[in-house]
């Protein structure tokens, strides 16, 4: 299984952003995705998931309203729409795919950040 980030990078506040991350590597079928994100010194946190075969989004309450997850088995990438960007959401930009607990992957992860 391969997951592959992309979009990360530079904007000033108030600004927007579209990380998408590609999926390969087998089918997919009743996973669970997701994007995560780490800021500097700070604990990797949950920003939001889907199920990649569709159907209802679940997002942490500090994400809700700026953030939207889409994609899944249709593109075969996994998108997170970023509006309205604030320099504390400047992190490292995480994807991840889950099965079960073994069955559990992660993408390399896209930096983004974002100026005052």
């Known amino acids: 299984v391969q997951l592959q980030a992309s979009g990360g990078g530079l904007v000033p506040a108030g600004g927007s952003l579209r990380l998408s991350c590609a999926a390969s590597g087998r089918t997919f079928v009743n996973y669970a995705v997701a994007w995560f994100r780490q800021a500097p010194g700070k604990e990797r946190e949950f920003i939001t998931a889907?199920?990649?075969?569709?159907?209802?989004?679940s997002y942490a309450d500090s994400m809700k309203g700026r953030f939207t997850i889409s994609g899944g088995d249709v593109k075969k990438t996994l998108d997170l729409q970023m509006n309205s960007l604030k320099p504390e959401d400047t992190a490292v930009y995480y994807c991840?795919?889950?099965?079960?607990?073994?069955?559990?992957?992660w993408g390399q992860g896209t930096l983004v950040t974002v100026s005052s």
């Open positions: 991840r795919i889950r099965g079960n607990a073994v069955d559990d992957y």
């Open positions: 889907i199920r990649w075969s569709g159907g209802a989004t």
